[in-house]
């Protein structure tokens, strides 16, 4: 079995990607909602969260507050190690358990914004980069998720250069509005077929 991951920049579009895999019959793992479900689920997680970052980012019902949480994160760097340095390690733990439950499938996906940043891409066969210019990422996340283009491009600062996330990845998905990502994924999908069926 082949352990694909899908990576790229805030606002790319690699949820899209991993959607259209989806729809293909491969299964994906979204490691960044399954860290979110693991800081709001997971007792360990949640006890480290508050011994190293603070009690405040939870309420009175043991609640996640992910606005508060991002606000730190997004602006001081030490914090954003030492969550980061929590949640990393217990994702790593979930997917490989997850891998055990899909291990008839041909390749599963590990869609993950910081595949390279975290390590994670050292346990995976290959990374597909995820590619869209810059401004076109802006606007995308300005329409989806009503942030400023201040509080996006402190985002992107805490992420790897996209130029560089190109150079480590074994293939490119151009999501730039000129060529089919349909397309492109149908091609990464038989391939990774072929690869098993060999």
Known sequence: MLKVGITGG?????????EIFDLLGA????????AKELMATNDAVISSIKAELGKEYYDAQNRLIKVKLAELVFNDEKALKKLNGIVHPAVFEDFDKWVLDHSQSD??????????????????DAVI????????????????DGLTEEEIRARMKSQMPEDEKKEKSDYVVYNDENQSVIKQVL???????????A
């Open 10 to 18: 805030i606002g790319s579009g690699k949820t899209v990607v991993a």
């Open 27 to 34: 299964p994906v793992y979204n490691a960044d909602s399954r």
């Open 187 to 197: 091609d990464l999908h038989l391939s990774f077929m072929r690869h098993t069926a």
């Open 129 to 144: 980069e995820v590619y869209a210019p810059e401004e076109l990422r802006i606007r995308r996340v300005v329409e989806r």
């Open 107 to 124: 390749y599963v996906l590990k869609e993950a914004a910081l595949i390279f940043e975290s390590g994670s891409y050292k346990g995976l």
